[in-house]
């Protein structure tokens, strides 16, 4: 336990934590009530002198050459940029994902890693879906959908999406990933404003960067300086984006307050729903939906079909105006070949399953406010429950323990969060049962991570389930 961050598993406010990142691994945002990018200049006003401790800013403390005669190899600073982050903890290595828990040998019985959050990913029924769009269909799109068409099923998946999270249409995109390019590229540009929370997710980041809109990055959470940074003006148009659950941290955007100030300023709310949709809200139509949001003219949604919904690709979602805008300016939808019709038979298996069972999202979100208990981790707003560590060493070390012991977990470091909040990213599932979590709790005391010592296997052990031994 030693190596962790004081109790309460959430680090205080404080430069480069609450108030960092976007990008991701700012360190002194905190003085500055809101950080402006001008994308055009790539500058950063007001001036801070600390440059973004990121994987390849540590490494580039390497030296560099200055530019002189060809060198044999203008390659070779790969390896001391690796050397670099090898020695800063920040090496990532791919390694083999089993079939299944248990199968080919792996030593994982228990995957918390993993954004399955309704296990729908192998569920027949969605399976089923996929298989039979890949034989109708074929492999893959053959093109973007404005060359080579559209198929029935695209069309299917939109109208289930829009209806389900409540707006009138739909667009979807290959991936989570480029539907935010799509949406932030296609909505802002030069000339416009776009405020982003600290927090926001690496592709809001390379979104509002492609935008070449005006970027303020506002501290995580931060209303008041989401409505200096619109009050300020200087815009023609204005953004506000945020994630609705916080991929890494767990925790929820306020978005009545957030829609509040954007609409008295004339702004535009988007907020991602990656980790929301089917997990949060009435029957898992996400946080707008739970907070009244969903379909009002000046919000704008984009979702994954990779998390709940247990697939690949994305969506925007907004009125028919937001709709047919986006295919006609959207360069991550024109240029990009169209979801693949498996992926798209997939979703709309898993959406129906989804529909069909609105009792799954309570179950998951059972889960994770369990996984927060045992862990001490705040209590989630999802299915994401991020147990801090600090630094990168730890939480390897960590996740390494937790993986002898059968349990596959997130380690996330930087630059996927800001220096000195490494953590394990606990992703809970509906279908986890409770010898899951029982090995999951000793897999946690082996590596330091439970919340009381009272929690032991002796516990488990005697026979006491889970779900009442981390309450009392
Ligand atoms: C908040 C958020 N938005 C977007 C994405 C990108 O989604 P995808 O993986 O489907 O590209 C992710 C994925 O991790 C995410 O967490």
Redesign the pocket.
Known sequence: MSARVPTGRRLPDGPGLRAGGHPRGTVRARTLAVVTVDNATAAVVPATRTKPQTATSVANTATEPTGGPPTADPLAWLADHARGREAAGLRRRLHPRPRTPAADGSRVRVDLAG?DYLGLGRHPAVVEGAARALREWGTGSTGSRLVTGTTALHGELEAALADHVGFAGALVFS???TA?LGCLTGLAGPGDLIVSDALN?A??VDACRLSRARVAITPHGDVAAVTAALAAGGWRRALVVT?SVF?ADGDAAPLAELHATARAHGAVLVV?E??GLGVVGPAGRGALAAAGLAGEPDVVATV???KALGG???AVLGTAAVRDHLIDTARAFIFDTGLAPASAGGALAALTHLRAHPELPAAVRRRADELAALTGAPRPAGAVVSVLLGEPEPAVAAAATCLAHGVAVGCFRPPTVPAGTSRLRLAARADLTDADLALATEAFAAAGVLASEVLTSEVLAAGVPVTEAVTR
């Open positions: 954004n991936s989570g990933y935010n997710h592709s809001i994630e991929s991602d990656a980790h994954t079909l990779s690949q690709g994305g």
